[in-house]
């Protein structure tokens, strides 16, 4: 092999590659799928458990997770009263979740943001 041989230019690198980013983003952007990417562990991991769920007696039931954001004047409001209670996942649920979830331990007491009071309705010239 000679020598004297000079390498390639830089420029005759870089428009090659630059070529490529440009190409690559335009068919990217111009053909890319407007829904989520398809995502095969998630799907087959969740028809485990819910497979599982449903084998294990647990039913679908359909919830309205809706609530009215100002309660009506004649509705009292919640009770703050709590008791003690055990937390973490049912001995039902620990044996078919795929997954456990992390949940506390106990659930003894409850926080509301300092001197809170509940809302009993009203628009912002009731507060006065």
Sequence with gaps: MPSNRKPWPLKWVMVPTLGFIVLYTVL??????????????EEAKTRATTGRLLDAGFQ?????SSRPAVLPRNVAPPSIATTTGPGGVPASLQSV??????????????????????HRGGGPESRQ
């Design 28 to 41: 990217t952007l111009v053909y890319r799928r407007p829904e989520p990417a398809y995502r095969p562990y």
């Design 60 to 64: 679908r039931i359909a919830l309205s």
């Design 97 to 118: 979740l795929i997954d456990q979830p992390t949940l506390i331990a106990v659930i003894d007491r409850q926080h509301r943001a300092g001197g809170a009071v509940p």
